[in-house]
């Protein structure tokens, strides 16, 4: 298992009264003193500082903090005075590590929460002294060059193939914002969209060549052979991912379309018609943004079309804190600015950008609804800690994208020169991109 | 007449060879005597560093220079030393300069001409030493702060309505990039093609209010009014334009729904369900950019949606300086990052760019055909110099499109926490922007 938990757990199995299925491990940690008077006082500037948003604590003798004239809609517990200072001193990281660990545990729905959290502090920030900037600050994220790439990649993508089958669409296992063409659609009919959305914008024709950077389990690249008749190299440093999407290509007899590389985006050789890349971006890391204008530089046909989509953000933002240490390091939503700076180091021609972040919100959310259903699973090849991160890490997400924190971008491309380009959009939407069922 | 030339011209009315139906005005200059070795020399090297493009040089005394080995497919006559001498030290002055003077003749497509030597030049460049690059570096160009914004809008947009309506389209006087749909729209269709396609990605609704910065001669927002009973207030510094866009309205009978608004963008007041500028922004300049963040930010409702559509560039780049000094003060193209930059300043979600770049060379190309048709026209309206200046400026805008020097970005974005923005672009494409006949 590649997750990585730096709190000792104990391996206490007593249920939580809030939290469904998931146990609090609480043995080690002082929970019988009361608690004393500037605890509660900490508590109270946490809230004010954070815009005093409708929540109140209870703490580990039963006691609860609240903010005067506040009617509070959910109730956070702390289990031990040690959880208590994490939080204060450090709530960017302390709130997923304690939730993970159960020694912070939420009453009323985990996603609303935070969605409140989100938007009281992103008003309230404006006022924070810098001091309290200076303490909350984000940690430095980790180094993206070619080795940590791999350790990155591992960390998350490796975690296991059944992981993510039990919770990603049964389709194509995208592990990328789908695309509602319709709001109605189940979760395998918008992920197959967005990958018909995406092989329209690329305009691909019978015979072409593409090359995709980062190809996940291989989805996009079986969709263009299966449906485009194209040729696809795709590179992942995944191993489990490359694994899954080989056997995959073979069970398809795709595997004559579809060469599979393990390698590094930054080692693409050949010149293709199209250059795609869904999802792989957010791990690139601004300090290699030229490296990526380079690659697909040197290895766009000058007809050809690139395609980008990545989370990003509306301006320049640190990359949350816990998100990048717990789940994805090295990783960084480019904000609009740098995404369009990488075009301008390429001269490209930026033709399309089409912003899906609500569709990223209601992707999470169904991505959430079958990980709830399989928590029991999910317990017996983790645990319950990772369990519990990796709720809090889908409710945070479905937060992040509902309240504009994060966005979800696809942009298309081309040389500078090039005037084979599309001259509109109506080729993507003559026809649905969903498939009536999957 | 606002248009200003620095040369000082005769009154001669001899015909060129080249240039059907304008005049070389040649009398003041030195044409006797044969040109001396280091001019062609000059010539020579002035070609070479241009990359070398098909064309020759004629001088003064019927004597031509060309590249050894190159077959040309232009002429560039030269009717004086100085003109030589002026062209070489500063090709991007002096050949429009020297053009509209009839100083500096073109036997073939002038567009054509244009287009290669852009190609040629733009692959050159990177190869030239830096006292070149230096000695034909563009000036500084002219501030955009709100009285030399007066000026600078008052020399290009006050010519006088009735020269922009011998070559603009006759449906609603539109001097922005029209939308061809498809290829064969008139230059009408294509216009009124354009304002629908804006109007759909601002979702307007019956009763809603939109602020228009830069309204030109009023078009849009009359077809707004006319076509999606909105209320509009539209701000413009150029009085021949809102003198044309008022009468307009009480003839189409509109005036009750239309505040043509005589003030600069900076002091738009209010707040409005949408926030449209069609062809404005090349005129704000970089410095006043969070001018315009901050004006969009405060007059746009929460739910509102905002367009800019604007010329602009795939890095950022100095203006042409004929251009910026003859045609147009004060312009600057942004480069999508700066673009980009402006919606990062106000926090705003970009929603969706389209680049309709090759829309603009077409676009060009109908203005420059009626242009053409009404030459003698605008002979007498003004007179020979300011014909051939406007001959190169359309020109060159037309190869700059198609060169893909210039960017076309039509951009939509809301403020970041609005959830009540398009899930898709669907409805852009469900029946056809352009009337069947005009």
Known sequence: ??????????????????????????????????PYFWERKLLT????????????????????????????RFTLGLTDPKALYHLVANPNLAFGDLYSAGRLTVSGDLTELLTTLYRATHNARQQWPAWLEKLWANHAPRSTDLTEARQN???????????????????????????????????????????EHVCR????????????????????????ARNYGVKVHAYNISKEQLAFAREEARRQ????????????????????????SVGMLEHVGTGHYSDMAAVIKRSLKPEGLALLHSIGRNRPMKMNAWIEKRIFPGAYPPSIGEFMG??????????DVENLRLHYARTLEH???RFEAHLDEVIAMYDE???????????????????????????????????????????LYESPAAPESV
């Open 253 to 276: 007899q795709l595997d004559h379309l579809i060469d599979y590389v393990e390698d590094d985006y930054r080692n693409i050789s050949g010149q293709y018609d199209a250059f795609v």
């Open 367 to 369: 991505w959430k609804e």
């Open 342 to 351: 990488i075009c301008e180091e390429g001269a490209f021609s930026v033709l």
């Open 153 to 195: 990649i591992h960390h998350h993508y490796d975690l296991g193939n059944e992981f993510y089958r039990l919770w990603l669409d049964t389709a194509e296992m995208q592990y990328t914002c789908a695309y509602y063409e319709t709001p109605d659609l189940t979760l395998e009919q918008a992920q197959l969209a967005k990958l």
């Open 1 to 34: 298992m590649a997750y990585q938990n730096t709190e000792t757990r104990s391996d206490s199995t007593s249920e939580s009264q809030h939290d469904n299925a998931l146990s609090i491990p609480m043995g080690e940690y002082e929970t019988r003193r009361a």
């Open 201 to 224: 914008k690329l305009q691909l024709k019978p015979g072409q060549t593409v090359v995709e950077a980062g190809c996940g389990w291989g989805g996009l690249a079986r969709y263009m």
């Open 385 to 427: 800690h990772f369990a519990r991160a990796w709720r809090m890490y889908l409710s945070g997400s479905i937060s992040a994208f509902e309240t504009s924190s994060l966005q979800l971008f696809q942009v298309v491309f081309s040389h500078g020169e090039n005037n084979a380009v599309p001259r509109n959009r109506k080729h």
């Open 45 to 72: 500037k946490l809230m004010e500082y954070v815009g005093g948003p409708p929540v109140q604590f209870e703490l580990w003798d039963g006691s609860q903090v609240r903010l005067d004239g506040t009617s509070p």
